[in-house]
């Protein structure tokens, strides 16, 4: 039997080295004025790996290919507003590299964005103040090589009414 999914299924790319990680801007969704990794939902129509490039090509301007999957965590989250329920959200991450683009360093003039665009950032000013759980993820495969698949669960989690980012 097939039931509907409540907790979303989604890909996402980093693009990295041991010093800095290619993050969004994000304006958008429960990470909205927060760093975020390059991350779409799954489809039937396209493979994770056409997904997962086809996003990061969209949200940063690379073009990439895959080095390696990661592995798949579920993070769950504390509700964001009081009449809310607590909520999920299963992630796999891929490594990728920049096979040809332009890093998109702004938001697009001609059309409403998820986010102000894309910024190579130093792996030591990515916190948990100004970034995603799956951008802490991230930096912390770049710093160690280890990437644990334990379910993580947020005690704390708040929409930050500013962006905690340089919109430049």
Same mark, same amino acid.
């Given at each position: ?15 990295? &080295? ?6 969004? #801007? ?9 760093? +975020?990794? $390059?991350? @779409?939902?799954?489809?039937? &129509? *396209? ?7 086809? !996003?990061?090509?969209? %949200?940063?301007?690379?073009? /990439?290919?895959?080095? #390696? ?6 993070? /769950?989250?504390?509700?964001?507003? @009081? +009449?809310?329920?607590? =909520?999920?959200?299963?992630? *796999? ?12 360093? %702004?938001?697009?003039?001609? /059309? &409403?964005?998820?986010?102000?665009? @894309? ?8 916190? =948990? $103040? ?7 993820? @991230? #930096? ?5 090589? $280890?990437?644990?698949?334990? &379910?993580?669960? !947020? ?11 340089? %919109?430049?």
């Amino acid at each position: 039997m097939i039931v509907e999914q409540v907790n979303p299924l989604l890909v996402c790319g980093i693009i990295g &080295d041991e010093t800095t990680l290619i993050v969004n #801007k994000c304006l958008t969704g429960p990470f909205t004025n927060r760093y +975020d990794l $390059a991350t @779409a939902p799954v489809t039937t &129509d *396209t493979t994770l790996s056409e997904t997962v490039a086809r !996003i990061t090509a969209i %949200e940063t301007g690379l073009q /990439t290919t895959i080095e #390696k999957q990661l592995g798949t965590i579920r993070f /769950t989250f504390p509700a964001v507003e @009081a +009449d809310q329920p607590r =909520w999920a959200m299963i992630s *796999t991450f891929y490594v990728l590299q920049p096979v040809g683009g332009q890093l998109l360093s %702004e938001r697009p003039a001609f /059309t &409403d964005a998820v986010s102000a665009g @894309a910024a190579r950032v130093p792996l030591s000013q990515l916190n =948990w $103040a100004n970034s995603s759980p799956l951008v802490m993820q @991230a #930096k912390r495969y770049l710093e160690t090589g $280890a990437f644990p698949i334990a &379910d993580q669960r !947020i005690s704390q989690y708040a929409i930050p009414s500013t962006p905690q980012f340089s %919109e430049a």
